[in-house]
């Protein structure tokens, strides 16, 4: 059974980078869609970068992380990335690696990994 471990969170300055890891213990489709999603208290989960293969890598983004976060893929390692830059306060959550869909919505989503937390100082 495929499992999904996120890495790479931790305690940023604003302005500053992270880079999230999301391993997948089994084998995995590159056409089966890997998302990024983030919730932080009190506030719904929220959508931040999805991935997919169809012919070509396609890629989506938040409306909130656009043009600041980049989400890529290892396929021969079984890897996701998303890679966090110009970090703002508000971007602190618990960031989940999510597979199963080609959507902005975390209902469509089949397998989650456990989390990996970001705060963001000011």
């Known amino acids: 059974q495929v499992q999904l471990v996120e890495s790479g969170g931790g305690l940023v300055q604003a302005g500053g980078s992270l880079r999230l890891s999301c391993a997948a213990s089994?084998?995995?489709?590159?056409?089966?869609?890997t998302g990024w999603f983030r919730q932080a208290p009190g506030k719904e989960r929220e959508f931040v970068a999805g991935?997919?293969?169809?012919?070509?890598?396609?890629?989506d983004y938040g409306d909130s992380v656009k043009g600041r976060f980049t989400i890529s893929s290892d396929n021969v390692e079984n890897m996701v990335y998303l890679q966090m830059n110009g970090l703002k306060p508000e971007d602190t959550a618990v960031y989940y690696c999510?597979?199963?869909?080609?959507?902005?919505?975390?209902?469509?989503?089949?397998?989650w990994g456990q989390g990996t937390q970001v705060t963001v100082s000011s």
């Open positions: 999510a597979v199963g869909a080609n959507s902005r919505r975390w209902d469509e989503y089949i397998l």
């Open positions: 089994g084998r995995t489709s590159r056409s089966i869609g």
């Open positions: 991935i997919w293969w169809i012919g070509q890598w396609h890629t």
